[in-house]
C-alpha cells in the first residue's frame, strides 16, 4: 500500500517537473516575442503625450471674493457676497454679526439685509459657505451705522454767486446748507456734467480751463454721508466768461510817441477823438456803394464842413458820424476818413457811440504813463464796460493802430451777441482768422455788421481806416 503510495507521488512530482518546464518555454518564447515587438515598436517611434492633470477645487471662494455693505441706514446693512465654486455643492450661508450667529440663509441667495440695527454704531458682519459639513473661512465687513439724520436743504434765498470771471475761469460761491451737521461734501456740475466735488466745509471753489466767450451752467448740490443718498436740490446759476482781447503776435512795445502826422481834433471836447476803422468796404475802391441805409443827414448843418469827403465812399456815414457826435473832423477842416485808427482814439470813438457814463475804472496797465488825458477816461470806462482790456505782458498800447481783427472782438463784446467758435465766416481768408476770434468774427458777419474788402476777404491782420470804423459803429448801432 504504502509502494503504491509513492509511486503515485513519484509521478505527481514528475509531471510538476514537466509542466513547468513547459510553461518555462513558454515564458521564456513569450518574453522572447515581447522583445522583438518592442523592437518593431521602437523602431516606429511613437510620442507618448502625458495628459494634463486639471485640479478642480473642492469648494472654495473666487478670487478677490469679498463681503460688501451695499446699502446702510441708521437701522439696516445690506451685504452682498459671491457665489463659491468647486466639486462639493453649496448648501446654505450663515450669518454672523459681531462674531455671533445671526441667521442661516439658503444656497441660492446672494444679498441679505441686517436688520434692527443701532444708529451710529460699529459693526462687524461676516458670512461662512457651507457645502454639508465642509465650510469657508469667512467674509468679513466693517461698518458703521449713521447718526440721527434730518433731511437737508439750501437756506432760503440761498443763490450761488459768480465772480473773478476771465476768459477762461472763474470763482464760484454756494451758501451753507441747512439741517444737517455730518455733510459728506458738495457736487457741482457744470452743464449737466458732474465736474468737481469739495468737501464739508468748502464755500466755493474756482473752475480753470474754460473756453473765452462762452455760456456755461453751474449746478451745485450738497450731499450727506454713509451712501444714504439724502442731498440738496440743485442750486443754479449761468455765467459767460469774458471775450479775449486780441493779442498780437509780436509783443514788442509800442512807440510811446503819436504820430506826428494826426493832428489834434476839432472838438474842444478832448474827450471825443478820432474815430477808429470799421470792418467793412474796400479802402481802395474810392466809390463802393453804401450797404447801409443811414437815417438823414441835414446837408446844411454847419458842423459837417469837412473838406475831403465829397467823393469818398463813405461821405453820408461820415457825415452822420459827426452828427450824432460820434467822431469829429480836424482843425484844418478835413476828416482824413483813410488814416489808421490807434487803440486810444477807438476807446474814445466806441464810448462816444455807446454813450458810456461815469468816471471808469482805475487804470493798472504798465504803460500807464503813455495814455493821454485826452482818453484816458474814455479807456478806464470801456474797461469797466468789459469790451476793452489789455495785452498779455500787461500794456494797453493806447499808439498801437488796431487792427480789424481786435476791432471785431471789441464790437461783438459790446453788442453780446451768441458767438460759435467752431463757427465758419464764408470770408475768402476764414482760415486767416484765430480761433480764439472765430466766433466774434462769424456773430458779426451774419449780422452784417461787418463785410469783407475785396475778393470777400476779411483780412484780419489790417488795420482799420477811420472810414471803416465809423462805418461799422453805425452799423453796431443800427442793429
Do not use: C
Not at 11 to 24: E, K, R, S, W, Y
Not at 89 to 102: A, P, Q
Not at 130 to 151: E, H, K, Y
Not at 333 to 356: C, G, M, Q
Request: proline share 9%; aromatic share 8%; glycine share 8%.
Amino acid at each position: 500500500m504504502f509502494g503504491k503510495k509513492r509511486r503515485g507521488l513519484s509521478f505527481m512530482l514528475i509531471g510538476l517537473l514537466v509542466f513547468g518546464a513547459m510553461f518555462q518555454g513558454i515564458g521564456m518564447k513569450a518574453v522572447q516575442a515581447e522583445k522583438v515587438d518592442v523592437k518593431t515598436v521602437a523602431d516606429i517611434q511613437p510620442t507618448f503625450i502625458k495628459p494634463p492633470i486639471l485640479p478642480i477645487p473642492l469648494f472654495q471662494w473666487p478670487n478677490n471674493a469679498a463681503l460688501e455693505v451695499t446699502k446702510i441706514t441708521s437701522t439696516e446693512a445690506t451685504l452682498t457676497w459671491p457665489t463659491p465654486g468647486g466639486i462639493l455643492k453649496l448648501s446654505r450661508y450663515i450669518i454672523y454679526v459681531n462674531d455671533t450667529f445671526h441667521e442661516s440663509i439658503a444656497a441660492d441667495r446672494n444679498t441679505f439685509t441686517v436688520k434692527n440695527l443701532t444708529q451710529g454704531t460699529a459693526y462687524k458682519f461676516s458670512i461662512v459657505a457651507f457645502a454639508g459639513q465642509t465650510s469657508l473661512a469667512p467674509l468679513t465687513v466693517d461698518a458703521r451705522t449713521p447718526g440721527i439724520l434730518i433731511p437737508i436743504k439750501w437756506p432760503d434765498n440761498g443763490v450761488l454767486a459768480v465772480s473773478d470771471v476771465t476768459e477762461t475761469s472763474l470763482k464760484l460761491a454756494w451758501p451753507k446748507p441747512e439741517g444737517i451737521s455730518n455733510i459728506s461734501g458738495f457736487r457741482v456740475f457744470i452743464d449737466g456734467k458732474l465736474q468737481h466735488t469739495a468737501g464739508e466745509d468748502a464755500e466755493g471753489a474756482t473752475f480753470t480751463g474754460l473756453q473765452p466767450s462762452t455760456n456755461y451752467t453751474f449746478a451745485v448740490e450738497a450731499f450727506t454721508t454713509a451712501g444714504l443718498g439724502f442731498k440738496t436740490a440743485l442750486l443754479s446759476i449761468d455765467a459767460k466768461t469774458k471775450v479775449p482781447i486780441p493779442i498780437e503776435p509780436d509783443p514788442d512795445p509800442v512807440d510811446p510817441e503819436p504820430d506826428p502826422v494826426v493832428p489834434d481834433p476839432v472838438d474842444p471836447d478832448p474827450i471825443k477823438p478820432d474815430p477808429v476803422d470799421p470792418i467793412d468796404p474796400d479802402p481802395i475802391k474810392p466809390d463802393p456803394v453804401d450797404p447801409i441805409n443811414p437815417g438823414p443827414v441835414n446837408p446844411i448843418d454847419p458842423i459837417i464842413n469837412l473838406t475831403d469827403i465829397a467823393n469818398h465812399w463813405a461821405r453820408e456815414q461820415i457825415k452822420e458820424g459827426v452828427t450824432r457826435k460820434i467822431v469829429n473832423g480836424y482843425g484844418d477842416h478835413t476828416f482824413r476818413p483813410d488814416n489808421k485808427v490807434n487803440r486810444a482814439e477807438f476807446a474814445i470813438i466806441i464810448a462816444n457811440a455807446l454813450s458810456l457814463k461815469g468816471e471808469g475804472v482805475v487804470l493798472n496797465f504798465v504803460d500807464n504813463r503813455k495814455i493821454g488825458a485826452s482818453s484816458r477816461k474814455a479807456i478806464a470806462q470801456a474797461v469797466e464796460a468789459g469790451i476793452i482790456s489789455g495785452f498779455h505782458d500787461g500794456t494797453f498800447r493806447p499808439d498801437a493802430e488796431i487792427t480789424r481783427l481786435e476791432m471785431a472782438a471789441i464790437i461783438a463784446r459790446a453788442m453780446e451777441l451768441p458767438m460759435d467758435p467752431t463757427a465758419h465766416t464764408g470770408f475768402a481768408d476764414d482760415g486767416s482768422i484765430p480761433a480764439w476770434a472765430r466766433g466774434e468774427v462769424g456773430a458779426l458777419q451774419k449780422t452784417g455788421v461787418i463785410q469783407g474788402r475785396s475778393g470777400n476777404k476779411f483780412d484780419p491782420r489790417a488795420n482799420a481806416t477811420r472810414a471803416e470804423t465809423i462805418v461799422m459803429l453805425l452799423r453796431m448801432l443800427d442793429y
